[in-house]
């Protein structure tokens, strides 16, 4: 059975990191695509970063480059989004997805964690 635990949110003041972890139980990382998102206005969600172990492709959305970076630790099963430089519009829940394919994760609902609250605010 594939789940997906998020932790590593919280509230946090603009110019701060935070560090969300993902484990992953149910499948091993080199057998899918993880990624987070969250709601954005407009739309059902917004890809903010995804990664393919197996190929070490990412993906980043264009409103977090250069301030967020993903990474896999295979031997605890977990991918990480360490957020710099936090912004208020970070502000939301961020929900772990894992897909078959990074272009699946992208397009598709695939399986979702129940998400962890970042609060970027003074």
């Not at 992953?24 to 903010?48: C, H, K, N, Q």
């Not at 959305?61 to 250069?66: A, I, L, M, N, T």
């Not at 829940?93 to 897909?99: E, I, K, N, P, T």
Request: proline letters at 3%; one cysteine or more.
């Amino acid at each position: 059975q594939v789940q997906l635990v998020e932790s590593g949110g919280g509230l946090v003041q603009p110019g701060g990191s935070l560090r969300l972890s993902c484990a992953a139980s149910g499948f091993t990382l080199d057998d899918y695509a993880i990624g987070w998102f969250r709601p954005a206005p407009g739309e059902e969600r917004e890809a903010v970063s995804c990664i393919s172990v197996r190929d070490g492709n990412t993906y980043y959305g264009d409103s977090v480059k250069g301030r967020f970076t993903i990474s896999s630790d295979n031997a605890k099963n977990t991918v990480y989004l360490q957020m710099n430089s936090l912004k208020p519009e970070d502000t939301a829940v961020y929900y772990c997805a894992a897909h078959r394919t990074l272009e699946l994760l992208l397009h598709e609902h695939g399986y979702w964690g129940r998400g962890t609250q970042v609060t970027v605010s003074s």
